[in-house]
Every structure is written in C-alpha cells, then in structure tokens.
C-alpha cells in the first residue's frame, strides 16, 4: 500500500484565492482526519470523518475551511478565500476501525503559502 | 476538551545517553496514550502507544510508562543514536471521543 496520499505537496498562493488540498486514505481505513500544523500551535486537528461522515469539525478555525468526503477514497480541504494567516503544513491521516481508530497514519502533508 | 502539556521543548543529548520527554493531560476519561516521532520535513510516524490498562510497554530501545492517577505519562530512549534525533510528539485521546490531542512537541537532538 502506497499510504496516505496527497496533493499537491506544496502550494504558494495570493491572498483571496481559493486552495483545495487532496487526500486519498489507504484502502480499507474507515476514519479520516485533517490537522494542521504550525510552529505556534503545533498539530491541530481540523475536522474527522468515520465512514465518509463528518463527524467533529469543531476544530475548523472559520467559515472559510471547508471539507467534504465524497467516497471512502477521497476528499478534500478547501479555505475560500484564503489569507497569510492559513500559512501551514496541511497533513490527512486515516486510521482502521474496529477498535484502531486511534492509531492514524500521516500523509507526506502539503506546505501551503498564502502570500 | 483535553489538554496535553509536554516538556521540555527541546533536549539535547550526547550519543549513548538516555531522553526522557514527559506529558500531562487533563481529561480522566483518557485512555490511550500514543507517541509520534517527525523528522524534518516528514511525517510524524507512530513510534509506540500505551492504553489505560498498562503501566509500561518496551519496544527495544523505547519504553512508555503512564501514571493513571496523577494523569501523566513519558518516553524514554535508551542508548540514542543520531538517527532518534527528530521532533517527539505524544497525544491522548479516550472514551467514544476518538480525537487525539497532540501536545507541542519535543525536538530531540542527539550529538555523535
């Protein structure tokens, strides 16, 4: 198994753009998280997925983030608009079920520059 | 919600000696403890976990204990190598809340 996939790996963009990142879980994980990592306030988790349903995003900092799990094999993180503060290293993890949903497995993570 | 303070933020080692990075958290209903390790510009990577029922759990050079009632827990590195130099994070989640929290990290150096 190739692991957590994302992409892109890094992203540099202007200040009211909008910014999708991508993730693909390992085949056959049920739960997906988002977190963010920052030297300020370290690893941050933004919203979790069981089973494609959102199940806590009270971590996404304001109505600009957005995330969605259309199929058990993808989804995305979009920030619309976009600004410097959204500077950040963006990682997906997933993690098994059936008693495992604790022990996430991290993607490479895509640096995103909002300038 | 939970509250995970680790310390300290950085350690420095010669090569050969032991580390030990500690955590406190606050929520009781915690009953899993993982430890991840994150080298520059990677990933973190699950290096060891321990759950409520267990006091210690080792895995050759590496070790957990966990203290239930004063609700704190720590890593410890035997015989370091340059290669264990990375950024340490450990994180508690527990009961049907499966959200882990992380604490800030622990930059760990190892001099050769």
């Known amino acids: 198994d190739a692991g957590v996939i994302q992409s892109p790996r890094h992203e540099v963009t202007e200040m009211g753009q909008e910014v999708t990142l991508r993730c693909k879980p390992i085949?056959?994980?049920?739960?997906l998280f988002w977190y963010r990592q920052t030297m300020m306030r370290g690893l941050e988790l933004l919203i979790y997925?069981?089973?494609?349903?959102?199940?806590?995003d009270s971590g996404m900092p304001e109505d600009r983030f957005s995330a969605k799990m259309p199929n058990a094999s993808f989804s995305t993180l979009k920030i619309q608009p976009s600004e410097p503060r959204d500077s950040a290293v963006y990682f997906c993890?997933?993690?098994?079920?059936?008693?495992?949903?604790?022990?996430?497995?991290f993607g490479s993570g895509t640096q995103l520059s909002v300038l | 919600g939970e509250n995970v303070e680790q310390h300290p933020s950085t350690l420095s080692v010669q090569e050969g000696d032991s580390a030990v990075i500690k955590c406190t958290y606050s929520?009781?209903?915690?009953?899993?403890f993982p430890w991840y390790k994150q080298e520059l510009g990677k990933r973190p990577q699950l290096i060891i976990d321990?759950?409520?029922?267990?006091g210690e759990k080792k895995d050759q050079r590496i070790a957990v204990t966990l203290n239930k009632t004063a609700k704190h827990f720590s890593l410890h590195i035997t015989e370091t190598q340059p290669e264990d130099s990375a950024v340490y994070f450990c994180?508690?989640?527990?009961?049907?809340?499966?959200?882990?929290?992380f604490g800030k990290g622990t930059l760990l150096t190892v001099n050769p």
């Open positions: 993890a997933s993690s098994p079920g059936q008693g495992q949903r604790e022990k996430l497995f």
């Open positions: 085949s056959g994980h049920n739960s």
């Open positions: 997925f069981n089973n494609n349903v959102p199940i806590d």
């Open positions: 929520d009781s209903a915690s009953n899993y």
């Open positions: 321990i759950r409520s029922n267990v």
């Open positions: 994180a508690a989640s527990g009961g049907s809340n499966y959200k882990l929290t």
